[in-house]
């Protein structure tokens, strides 16, 4: 198993550019989240997912957009990028929602 | 308003000793908790959980202690190696049944040789 994998591992986008940070793991996982570090903040909630075709808000959803048309895939895409969004972003995934979370190895990105 | 707070940014402690970091909370309508590891340059991964219904929960040098009417956790390592050195993280879920959770802002610890 591959478990939560994450791509790309590093990205720099200017101002007002658009990307989508792919996500996707192979334990057949229900559950899948996307969560922004920044320093001194831990991990804040962006948008999460209880199953294909279900999506919903987390604490910091402004500015970006997800879909789940599979079991298996959770894009996050950035709209219009903003200097406030560069940080460290993590997918995870897990069995029911009172189960460990599975945690990909994170995107950088940095916003100029 | 944070609702999942570590106060303490870094912990050091001697190696073979216990070490013990805390998280409080404000919302007593959580009801499961969890620590996490989280090396650099790598994504979070799980240490130990805790139900609301339990007081502790055990799982070979790790012990997390829940103390709902204080609204605290603990987590105990013992004992404390190299190896642990590393920044942790508490969560707690939002509500019962949710897939909502939040997490503070995590300890450095630093494990000395």
């Known amino acids: 198993n591959a478990g939560v994998t994450q791509t790309p591992k590093f990205q720099v986008l200017k101002t007002g550019q658009s990307m989508t940070l792919q996500c996707a793991q192979d334990?057949?996982?229900?559950?899948m989240s996307w969560y922004r570090q920044d320093p001194g903040m831990g991990l804040r909630l962006i948008h999460y997912?209880?199953?294909?075709?279900?999506?919903d808000q987390g604490e910091v959803p402004n500015g970006y957009n997800v879909s789940r048309s599979t079991t298996e895939d959770f894009p996050l895409r950035l709209l219009s990028a903003a200097p406030s969004q560069t940080s460290v972003y993590f997918c995870?995934?897990?069995?029911?929602?009172?189960?460990?979370?599975?945690f990909g190895p994170g995107t950088r990105l940095t916003v100029l | 308003d944070q609702q999942v707070k570590q106060n303490s940014p870094s912990l050091s402690v001697q190696e073979g000793r216990i070490s013990i970091l805390n998280c409080d909370y404000t919302?007593?309508?959580?009801?499961?908790f969890l620590w996490y590891k989280k090396y650099p340059a790598e994504g979070p991964t799980f240490l130990i959980s805790?139900?609301?219904?339990?007081d502790k929960n055990e799982d070979g040098r790790f012990t997390v202690f829940l103390n709902k009417s204080a609204k605290h956790l603990s987590l105990h390592i013992v004992p404390s190696q190299p190896g642990d050195s590393a920044v942790y993280f508490c969560?707690?879920?939002?509500?019962?049944?949710?897939?909502?959770?939040?997490f503070g802002t995590g300890t450095r610890l630093k494990v000395l040789a």
């Open positions: 995870a995934s897990s069995y029911s929602t009172a189960s460990e979370q599975f």
């Open positions: 334990m057949n996982h229900e559950y």
């Open positions: 969560a707690a879920r939002g509500t019962s049944g949710t897939y909502k959770y939040i």
């Open positions: 997912s209880v199953g294909a075709g279900i999506t």
């Open positions: 919302n007593s309508m959580f009801d499961y």
């Open positions: 805790i139900s609301s219904i339990k």
